[in-house]
């Protein structure tokens, strides 16, 4: 089994800054992809952002605003989220594309963290 842990969501003003982070551990054999996901009241998940080893790829909505990272050492996945706006409110999922042996992939979920952009 795979867990992915969230964390530093939060309340943030109009233009501010959050740095979300997300950890797999378990069974892991490899993590092919690691990204993010939010979903905001009403509204269907929706991608953020994805990384692989050799690229990235952004929602036009938060290019040029959100920056993905991973440290593979760690199994970790980032999003520095910059110039964050009211529409940017949602809960975060961090998502992971784990090859649990060398022939299977399995995705894996987080519990979601809220992100919350208000003055």
């Known amino acids: 089994q795979v867990q992915l842990v969230e964390s530093g969501g939060g309340l943030v003003q109009p233009g501010g800054s959050l740095r979300l982070s997300c950890a797999a551990s378990g069974s892991i054999f490899s993590i092919n992809v690691m990204g993010w996901y939010r979903q905001a009241p009403g509204k269907q998940r929706e991608l953020v952002a994805t990384i692989t080893s050799g690229s990235t790829n952004y929602a036009d909505s938060v290019k040029g605003r959100f920056t993905i990272s991973r440290e593979n050492a760690k199994n970790t996945v980032y999003l520095q989220m910059n110039s964050l706006k009211p529409e940017d409110t949602a809960v975060y999922y961090c998502?992971?594309?784990?090859?649990?042996?060398?022939?299977?992939?399995?995705?894996?979920w987080g519990q979601g963290t809220q992100v919350t952009v208000s003055s």
């Open positions: 998502y992971a594309l784990v090859m649990v042996t060398i022939l299977r992939p399995q995705n894996y």
